[in-house]
């Protein structure tokens, strides 16, 4: 049996404008039914970097702190609590985001990534996130292995790109459509190359910078446009002889890209929203019935996604080449939740190696 350490090191959030570094904080041990993994790496999601900038939407109906952060993890298993089965010691794996009770209403229909109870890794204490050395995997938690050869630059991207697949397969992508998607950061991304895996007739990728654009272009859009720098709307309009796109997907969080869309799609369209706003966001909702008759859709996290990905991930199906390039120690969580709000430069996952 490995001899594993009593404390570790972990960022842990007591309060918005408290995060603090704990160089001892208690590891977690394996009950029966669980799993304790050594984190390979946790990415840092913009939920991440929202929360501890205060925002209410988490604080105050979501968040229980004093929590570990940190929901995109990947790791390897150091200790099996009694009664776990198909998984050893050494298994590389990841875990969904969210651990159902099993027990509510949607859970017992299938619908499990809309548990009631919704605990999420990485918000509250008893599901502790994978920003620290290691992290435990509750009994309900959904995990699955993950291939030792697919470098942990791409492994990492398994939970981000699961929830790409999860907002495309609710877009309904046919053959005929044009398809725009808005924000090309790591979801965007994931979305426009599983998109292409769908054969749109066209596949349109929108952002206001420019070195993501070309990466867009890399992972299968057929065309990219910079709002800050093209009317996207006239354009789009201009395609389509003034009826608009068929699909619009929006992936920025940005209350200007919702109203963009609204402009855009086409009478019967259908609207799929993913982001997380910070604030609320307004609109026509005239344009959404009276106006347009549109099939307004959300999508949230990535249910029954994560085994495809993963093999999608393996056989380099869809892009991930330099998505996530840029690594920093859990010591320098600071920094590396500071890029990833300001997302300065190229850079476009932060990742954090504990």
């Not at 842990?12 to 029966?32: C, N």
């Not at 596949?203 to 070309?214: E, G, M, P």
């Not at 920025?252 to 890209?257: A, E, I, K, R």
């Amino acid at each position: 049996m490995l001899k594993l350490p009593e404390t570790m090191k972990a960022l842990v959030a007591y309060s918005p404008d408290r995060y603090v570094f704990e160089k001892a904080w208690q590891r977690p041990k394996a009950g029966p039914g669980e799993i304790v993994l050594k984190v390979e790496a946790c990415g840092v999601c913009a939920g991440d970097v929202k929360a501890k900038h205060g925002a209410e939407r988490f604080w105050k109906n979501f968040v229980v702190p004093p929590f570990v952060p940190g929901h995109e993890f990947i790791g390897f298993i150091v200790e099996l609590g009694k009664g776990v089965a198909g998984f050893e010691i050494g298994d590389r794996v990841v875990s969904e985001q969210i651990v159902p009770c099993g027990k509510c209403l949607f859970c017992q229909t299938g619908k499990y990534w809309m548990c009631e109870i919704h605990d999420i890794y990485g918000f509250r204490p008893h599901v502790n996130g994978g920003m620290a050395e290691y992290i435990r995997l509750p009994v309900n938690a959904r995990t699955y292995k993950v291939p030792k050869e697919i470098p942990v630059e791409k492994a990492v991207l398994v939970e981000p790109y699961s929830c790409s697949k999860h907002a495309v397969d609710r877009a309904q992508i046919g053959l005929e459509d044009i398809v725009v998607i808005s924000g090309c950061g790591t979801l965007g991304l994931g979305m426009v190359g599983i998109a292409k895996l769908k054969n749109p007739k066209l596949l349109i990728a929108l952002d206001i910078k420019d070195n993501r654009l070309k990466k867009a272009k890399e992972f299968g859009a057929d065309l990219i446009w910079n709002p800050g720098k093209t009317d996207v709307v006239k354009e789009i309009k201009k395609l389509t002889g003034g009826y608009g796109c068929d699909i619009y997907i929006e992936a920025t969080g940005y209350h200007m890209s919702v109203n963009q869309g609204m402009e855009m799609i086409r009478k019967l369209g259908r609207f799929v929203e993913f982001s997380v706003f910070s604030q609320p966001t307004t609109l026509d909702w005239s344009v959404i019935g009276d106006q347009k008759e549109l099939d307004l859709l959300g999508a949230h996290l990535s249910p029954y996604c994560f085994p495809t990905v993963i093999d999608w991930i393996h056989q380099d199906k869809i892009g991930t080449e330099g998505v996530a390039k840029t690594f920093f120690s859990l010591e320098d969580w600071e920094k590396a939740f500071d890029l990833a709000g300001t997302g300065e430069g190229s850079v476009l996952k932060v990742v954090i190696k504990p």
